[in-house]
């Protein structure tokens, strides 16, 4: 099998779409004129790596992902900063945990300068859909799933790499007002040794359902447990932070747990802050009993989408309890000013996060 890395074929649409106005992206409502796709075939290795005119894919009937479910991908931004350079945000991050999720999935990985050259051609090609405004990012969304024709629970010896673009604005329709948060006693999104930590198709599958009652109900997102409806896990979309008299919590890592990258951003942040970040195992109960006592300051969840999205409202036990008067909290404002101000280019990288377009 060749270990050489395809060249990258390009072929322009013919026919470009206007792009939609800034103030009405929402979230993931438009994909830009081109995609990047790439084939790997064992025995045979990556091959016909191309940027395409984003448009309907072929897949035989018999596809494993459309039976078996291997599937994943990952959510990264590109940012048009105020001096007019084009950064990536922490991009090698995305890549590792990408790795990470095939090798679960038994999908083959791309190598790292496969995907990095992807990503820049797509993006290059597509530069006119990064929108400028404050809260606006071209959003990116690289995918992995089987494609081997067969009928046979096995891993299929045929993967496909799709990476597709969308400028997105708040993730949220409260923008970065505070949200409501269902606290989910019934459905669980994952058990331990399952695919809580991938970002697995199967994983957002399961959580449909109590994301749509939840809804009904008026909420914007479901806070999952753990088996024993007690551990807090995440957020669905996002991981979640609770900040204390005493200290700042959030669930540790147990394998069902999606090691976000803004989570990991943050603590960063937080650490070089000196602020007394733990990651540990937290129940409801300890956050409904610390709340009660007024020792609970603030909670925020964490995501690429959302950037940080601080809760207001958490429902637990037929009763919503009201977190910082249901007002945005200093520290997860000041977190997200700092996030985004490095991501715009108005604040200094010392962290390296940033990797800029290369127009080569």
Known sequence: MTNVTPKITKTLNSAPKKLPPSDKLGFGQ?????????????????????????GPISLDPGASVLHYGQALFEGMKVFRQQDGRIVFFRPEFNYHRLCEGAARLCLEAPPLDLFMAGLHEVVK?????????????????????????????????ETMLMILLSPV??????????????TEEKYLRAAPGGLGAVKA???????LKAALEAK???????????????????VGTMNVFFVFDDEIVTPALNGSILSGGTRDAIIQLMKLKKLPIVDRRITISEVIERLGRGQL???FGTGTAAVISPIGVLAYKGKDWVINNNENGPLSTQLFGE??????????????????LLHT
């Open 30 to 54: 438009y994909f830009s004129d081109h995609m990047f796709i790439a084939q790997f075939r064992e025995g045979q290795g990556w091959h016909e790596a191309a940027v395409v005119p984003y």
């Open 169 to 182: 604005g708040s993730y949220y329709a409260e923008g970065t007002k505070p949200v409501k948060i269902w």
């Open 201 to 207: 198709g199967a994983n957002y599958a399961s959580s």
């Open 339 to 356: 996030i985004t101000s490095i991501q715009r280019g108005t604040q200094e990288d010392r962290l390296g996060w940033l990797t800029p």
């Open 297 to 299: 300051k603030e909670a």
């Open 216 to 234: 009904k109900r008026g909420y914007s997102q479901v806070l999952w447990l753990d088996v024993e409806h007690q551990g807090i896990e995440e």
């Open 125 to 157: 090609t597509d530069e006119r859909w990064i929108p400028a405004e404050p809260n606006t990012a071209l959003y990116i969304r690289p995918t992995l799933i089987g494609t081997e024709a067969f009928l046979g629970v096995r891993p299929s010896r």
